[in-house]
């Protein structure tokens, strides 16, 4: 599979919406539980400072996609935020990797300063473990922070990246 990371184009709002529901109708990565409908998926998407998609160029489909946006205001406003969506189908063919590594470039081509996750869930170890390996620093964890989808409360694990010098956090001296 071939896959390349674009801006995503209005022709792309099915198959992104579709995916962006499957994940939060799986409940264990995103905080969102409404699902998305075609008219609130295209006002929701062209609201953030960047969408992308992940497209499979060799069958012409979308399989993966993530939002960028401001975390915060102010003089937090150069602080940013993104979440980021794979098929069921096409997990464990590291578009995730691609997915995060076209958003560092976007953020900092944004003008943001700071990447940061506020609620990456424990148990989502494919993520946490791609974040930690391109140089993520987690802060620490906030116990109960995630309901799940079958009720039960799991720790959350916020994370950061520098993007003022590319080479995250954690081996930044104090």
Request: proline share 3%; hydrophobic share 35%; with cysteine.
């Amino acid at each position: 599979m071939t896959v390349t990371v674009r801006t995503y184009e209005e022709k792309d709002l099915t198959e992104m919406v579709a995916i962006w529901n499957e994940v939060v109708e799986e409940g264990t990565a995103f905080p969102q539980e409404e699902f998305l409908t075609i008219p609130a998926g295209a006002e929701f998407f062209a609201s953030q400072t960047y969408s992308a998609v992940a497209e499979d160029t060799d069958h012409g489909r979308v399989v993966g996609l993530y939002i960028l946006h401001p975390n915060n205001i102010g003089r937090c406003g150069h602080i940013c935020n993104a979440s980021y969506a794979v098929s069921s189908a096409a997990r464990g063919m590291r578009i995730g990797e691609k997915l995060v590594m076209d958003c560092l470039e976007q953020g900092r081509r944004f003008g943001f300063g700071v990447l940061q996750f506020n609620a990456v869930v424990a148990s989502n170890l494919r993520a946490r473990r791609l974040y930690e390996k391109l140089g993520f620093c987690r802060l620490g964890t906030i116990p109960g922070g995630f309901r799940m989808n079958d009720g039960r409360y799991e720790d959350i694990c916020p994370y950061y990246y520098d993007l003022r010098d590319g080479f995250g956090g954690a081996d930044k001296e104090k």
